[in-house]
């Protein structure tokens, strides 16, 4: 604890961070404490992955025509299975295991409908002490039966769901009509009174993902003048939604995104592989009337838990669309930008004093290729493009969540 240049962060027995910085600023009632010793290994805020679905654990390059095909013969037969609690119990531990691997250390996640389902992820959340935002699916048509609840039974299950979990420990509930597609107008409306009725609450859906979506958006919705106008209408476009995937937003919903403090969840994985588009930053991020962006996996839709993978791919695609973002600003968006846009930021998203210690350590030299790229980086910048290009799970050495360490790569 005695090198030149290295830093430190201690941690309470209630798991938020006491103090940071230079080891050679330690304070002295700090030191002699037990340590953890990284070398020279970055130490960072853990991940915060902004939009993800747990039922499809099973389902990354499960192929499709495009995203509705998709939906049809993989996701809505696979997410049935989650009516049953022990099934879903047994692979929300896989899932946050997964997660902590690639060091996202919180997430905003959808359920399937079953009020099991978000029952068993949020108790094994809760049970890790980890900061989870979900909230069970609803949708009432197009979809199979065993994936339907309805208007009345959607909502006594979610309001369920909030009083028992929202709250506990580090645990959100989010409002979670999945798309306008599998919801019926009355659904909707449901899904809006409940988030009026529940201010502290958030929303998650899905806006604006591929043509063939909008398409059909426009035939259930002809009165409507565009997709985002139908959230509009039920009260569900505010400060507390997050729509993943944004991708073909017209100018006027962009405006009126901006204008109620609405999120776009990035997805770019999944918006590859499914073909539905890229998103654009530079379009989004209009200084006159800029819509707050977020990062995520979008698994299974997405092709990987690794949120550096995720920016990556992010930067691909912006630099295809007009706009060559930095690592430092991506890396920002996956910690403090999303904690700021699932409104935990009081609590993580930067290793600040009083935030909680959820602490991804990355091995900048992983890997063969890593480490021989590594020997060219001059800056911090550098370093983080290259990790952010070439790494994955490898290079994440250590996961801790609160406090506590719950992965490490040498004894996984």
Not at 224 to 250: I, K, M
Request: overall charge negative.
């Amino acid at each position: 604890m005695t090198h030149e240049g290295k830093g430190g962060v201690v941690i309470g027995d209630d798991g938020t961070i006491l103090w940071n910085g230079p080891l050679t600023l330690l304070p002295r009632n700090f030191q002699g404490l037990a340590t953890d010793d990284y070398g020279d290994n970055i130490v960072m805020a853990g991940f915060i992955d902004a939009h993800i679905h747990f039922p499809q654990l099973r389902m990354l390059a499960a192929p499709g025509k495009d995203l509705l095909d998709w939906l049809t013969r993989f996701t809505f037969p696979e997410e049935a299975r989650y009516s049953d609690f022990d099934y879903a119990k047994a692979n929300a531990k896989t899932f946050l295991q997964s997660l902590f691997a690639n060091g996202t250390t919180a997430a905003m996640a959808f359920c399937s409908v079953h009020k099991a389902c978000a029952d068993a992820l949020f108790g094994e959340a809760q049970s890790r002490g980890m900061a989870l935002v979900t909230g069970k699916t609803m949708m009432d048509r197009n979809a199979l039966p065993e994936v339907h609840d309805d208007a009345t039974t959607g909502a006594k299950d979610s309001e369920a769901l909030y009083q028992t979990w929202h709250g506990k420990g580090r645990l959100r509930y989010a409002i979670s009509p999945r798309f306008a597609i599998t919801s019926t107008e009355a659904q909707l409306k449901v899904s809006g009174e409940l988030l009026k009725s529940y201010p502290d609450a958030l929303m998650q859906t899905h806006l604006s993902e591929s043509p063939g979506e909008i398409a059909w958006i426009k035939s259930l919705f002809p009165n409507d003048r565009d997709y985002t106008a139908v959230y509009e209408r039920f009260g569900l476009v505010n400060d507390h939604g997050v729509f993943a995937h944004g991708v073909h937003l017209s100018e006027s919903e962009c405006q009126r995104l901006h204008e109620a403090g609405a999120t776009i969840a990035h997805c770019p994985t999944s918006n590859n592989f499914l073909g539905s588009g890229l998103m654009s930053m530079k379009h989004l991020g209009k200084s006159e009337r800029p819509v707050s962006v977020a990062l995520a996996t979008d698994v299974g839709g997405g092709t990987t838990y690794s949120m550096l993978a995720t920016l990556g791919e992010a930067y691909k695609v912006q630099m295809l669309t007009g706009y060559k973002p930095t690592a430092l600003e991506l890396f920002w968006i996956a910690t403090r930008g999303n904690a700021e846009r699932l409104r935990l930021d009081h609590e993580i998203g930067a290793l600040e004093t009083g935030k909680y210690a959820d602490i991804v350590v990355l091995d900048q030299r992983a890997t063969p290729v890593l480490a021989a790229r590594q020997e060219l980086s001059q800056s911090l910048e550098d370093m983080l493009f290259a990790l952010m290009i070439l790494g994955d799970d490898r290079a994440i050495r250590a996961t801790y969540v609160a406090g506590e360490k719950v992965h490490d790569r040498l004894s996984a």
